[in-house]
């Protein structure tokens, strides 16, 4: 198994979903630790959210009664409000000039950010059938999909006239694009790329289409509107787009992750909910480079009995450890019946498998990065056996990267006794 612990930002993706949520729960959601790094965020944005989830109910009001429940069924729970949360603290930071304080129109971005957000998740609902949503039935269970559908439209429809009261042309095409994305980003689920590198791609499209999107370009928005004299405005407001958009790239990694290693209780909806939907997220996609046997799933959507519930097993066992500076990765592996040979101790093939996986993990770990690399030399000296129920670490470093050969070194240790078990090298062509 594997769990990043520092990298460079250039690995940054890896650290964020190779992390067991059996360890996120100690070291990332928490209640505890969230509450207290985020405390002083959410001091600063407390009344803005607060004010946004009243506006909310205000203006969905109407005089049909069920559609005025419908419509503000999922408003209720509040759900986690990250997206305003995100847009206030851009918006705010933007007004150095007035104390940070929150404009109008800023606070109507954050409004529409959280309405145009929820109108997807009830469309996306009735899409995949999905039963439950922020701890409840899903709003297509309880009034049936037809007017689930509606109560969506009925939302954005809101949106749309509180986006042209802001009045300003650059902002509506903003907002406008997070809609457009957002079914892009469902219609691309709809099919499979055949290919590693075109999964990869496939994913992170549809991840911004249907996530960073609305972080990007919110923030982006509220930056436009905000009040920050005698400099160009243009370009912070493309750092604020990044920003949103890197954040949003990094939320959604996240919780595919803990789609396929928490609860149902855990999430407030159904877990595994990508699997069952065909649906090939991060954790698989890195899963399948170790695990070539995934590519078979991956391609037929998870379709056969018992595809979900394999998939979600190789899932589990990876785990990097650690990349402690660029070059270096440290992994771990524990033994089980799988991995070993006819007499019961560590299969000589898994560790010639593993200093290539993992030696070329470190490989691309590296600053300068190779865009492509292939093996010319691989060899493992055997030191000592290592049994079933033992974990292995396993270093992995970049000795020497050139132009055209990188030279990477790997040892394995008992984690227990750090015995040397066994060593590795693996010269690669890179370009």
């Not at 982006?220 to 949103?244: H, M, R, S, T």
């Not at 056969?304 to 979600?312: P, S």
């Not at 990065?369 to 970049?398: H, R």
Request: proline share 3%; with cysteine.
């Amino acid at each position: 198994m594997f769990t990043i612990r520092y990298c460079s930002k250039r690995f940054l993706t890896h650290s964020i979903i190779s992390r067991p949520y059996r360890h996120l729960s100690l070291d990332v959601t928490s209640a505890q630790k969230t509450n207290e790094e985020l405390q002083p965020t959410i001091n600063i944005v407390k009344e803005d959210l607060h004010l946004i989830h009243r506006d909310i109910l205000q203006r969905l009001g109407c005089n049909e009664h069920e559609l005025n429940e419908l419509a503000k069924y999922h408003f209720d729970s509040k759900g986690k409000l990250i997206r305003p949360m995100i847009i206030c603290t851009m918006a705010r930071s933007f007004n150095q000039q007035e104390d940070n304080v929150l404009h109008k129109n800023q606070q109507c971005i954050a409004t529409l950010g959280e309405m145009i957000h929820t109108a997807s998740l009830i469309h996306d609902d009735v899409v995949d059938s999905s039963d439950r949503r922020r701890g409840k039935p899903a709003a297509a269970v309880r009034w049936g999909p037809r007017k689930a559908v509606l109560a969506g439209d009925y939302i954005l429809g809101i949106s749309s006239i509180m986006l042209a009261r802001i009045g300003n042309s650059d902002v509506i095409s903003l907002l406008s694009r997070v809609i457009q994305d957002l079914v892009r980003g469902e219609f691309m689920q709809l099919s499979t790329k055949e290919s590693d590198a075109e999964q990869f791609q496939d994913y992170l499209n549809k991840t911004f289409c249907k996530t960073a999107s609305l972080f990007a370009n919110t923030c982006k928005a509220v930056a436009l509107l905000g009040n920050l004299p005698n400099i160009n405005i243009n370009q912070l407001a493309d750092y604020a787009y990044e920003f949103g958009k890197n954040f949003g790239m990094a939320f959604q990694l996240i919780d595919d992750l803990l789609d396929v290693t928490a609860t149902d209780d855990d999430l407030g909806k159904p877990a595994t909910v990508d699997l069952k939907l065909g649906l090939s997220t991060a954790p698989v996609l890195f899963a399948s480079q170790q695990f070539p046997e995934l590519q078979s799933l991956i391609l037929r959507r998870f379709s056969e009995v018992g595809d979900i519930e394999r998939a979600v097993k190789l899932i589990d066992q990876i785990r990097v450890v650690s990349s402690r500076k660029p070059g270096h990765v440290q992994c771990e592996l524990d033994i089980d019946e799988r991995h070993l040979n006819r007499y019961d101790t560590l299969h000589g093939g898994m560790l010639s498998a593993l200093t290539d996986s993992v030696s070329t993990l470190a490989l691309q770990t590296n600053e300068k990065k190779p865009s492509k690399s292939a093996s010319i030399e691989l060899s493992v000296s055997f030191l000592k056996a290592a049994k079933k129920g033992e974990t292995l670490i396993i270093d992995a470093e970049t000795v020497k990267l050139g132009r055209t050969l990188a030279f990477l070194s790997v040892e394995f240790r008992n984690k227990q006794n750090n015995e040397l078990i066994a060593t590795g090298k693996h010269t690669k062509y890179v370009s």
